[in-house]
């Protein structure tokens, strides 16, 4: 294939300890993957609808962007996380967050890049599965000061404000 031919559209799933499985995209089939094929340059996951699921905007060279929207049933529950932070970086941008759900630790970073000339959600979204909570969770803002924020509610988006 060259450089901006279509190409076919996959999922990789993540099965952890460096093990992966490129899989076709639920829904799928050949028919669809076919019809979906675009040369894509960048991938974003945002929660566009605010329903709690990932969705996906896909950028295509040369063409129209596309919008998968995630409508899975049943996916677990999920906190999404806005930061607030003061001065200079009132976005927060370089901030993690940590916390824990079943006993795993969960990290993500506030990030004003997420591929090729793209900008995702600065809302950081953690996938929780049957757990009720983000529990110990602790930010760490840029300038390197940690703040407590506690266990955070499955089902809904908190703001945390830099003290």
Known sequence: LAAGDPQPCF???NFGGGHFARREPPGGGPDRVAEIAAAGRAAVAADLDDDGREDLVV???GGTMRVFRNVTE???NWVRVRLR?????PLAIGAVVRGKAWKRALVRQVESTTGYISAGDLRLHFG???ADSLDDVVVRWP????QAAGS???GREHVIERR
């Open 128 to 130: 929780l599965g049957g």
């Open 11 to 13: 999922v990789v799933r």
């Open 143 to 146: 300038d390197g000061t940690e």
């Open 85 to 89: 932070g003061k001065g200079a970086n």
């Open 152 to 154: 955070l509610d499955a």
């Open 74 to 76: 049943g996916c677990g």
């Open 59 to 61: 950028s295509v060279l």
